[in-house]
């Protein structure tokens, strides 16, 4: 029968190389972690948040396409808009047509112009515009009719300003108003400073 005796310093000497075993396996199991695992669970995490995107996206997706056919429809108006006012708009003043047309409504309506006063062409950011002093006279109802077609004349105006004065003895009612006409449209020069209207 064999007997093995250990000193004192056999068996320390015997649990340090086990701590250290112990240790070294500890920091390949780290190492490998760090160097493997853990790549492979941020790619992961990442897969996973894109998926989670994606079906967000594809639960969304009728709500997206009705707004973006809603957009669509918008932009579609806004540019039939745009047309309809660029064949108001004439590239030159061309006044005397303008007052030849007020002047025929004016006497289909049984008003009487006694001014017509086109001011000096002013320019605007991406067109020209023109005031028209305008004097007239006729009742109330021939001054209200004439407007209206002047509204719907083929040539862009507005009206700025209008004075009605009233006489007790009198049907007639004398006029004087502001017409603003347009010519010349272009597109706006980049950065140009938009223009605020006063009065």
Same mark, same amino acid.
């Given at each position: ?44 995490? #990442?897969?996973? @948040?894109?998926?989670? =995107? *994606?079906?967000?996206? +594809? &639960?969304?997706?009728?709500?997206? %396409?009705? #707004?973006?056919? @809603?957009?669509?429809? =918008? *932009?579609?108006?806004? +540019? &039939?808009?745009?047309?309809?006012? %660029? ?69 862009l105006s ?6 009605l004065s009233?006489h007790s ?31």
């Amino acid at each position: 029968m064999a007997i093995h005796l250990l000193d004192d310093e056999t068996r320390r000497l015997g649990r340090w190389l086990h701590y250290a075993g112990a240790l070294l396996t500890v920091l390949c199991a780290t190492a490998g972690y760090a160097l493997f695992l853990a790549p492979v669970l941020h790619e992961a995490a #990442n897969a996973e @948040q894109q998926v989670a =995107e *994606l079906l967000l996206l +594809a &639960e969304n997706a009728p709500a997206i %396409r009705e #707004n973006h056919r @809603q957009v669509s429809h =918008e *932009l579609e108006q806004v +540019a &039939e808009q745009i047309a309809q006012v %660029r064949g108001r708009v004439p590239r030159d003043a061309d006044a005397g047509t303008f007052m030849k047309a007020i002047t025929q409504i004016a006497g289909e309506e049984q008003l009487t112009i006694r001014q017509f006063r086109p001011e000096a062409p002013v320019t605007r950011s991406g067109y020209v515009e023109i005031e028209v002093s305008l004097k007239g006279e006729g009742s109330f109802a021939s001054i209200c009719t004439f407007f209206d077609r002047l509204s719907r004349l083929p040539r862009l105006s507005k009206v700025k300003s209008l004075v009605l004065s009233a006489h007790s003895d009198s049907a007639e009612y004398p006029m004087e108003a502001t017409l603003i006409i347009y010519f010349g449209l272009r597109d706006p020069e980049p950065g140009a400073r938009k223009e605020v209207g006063h009065g």
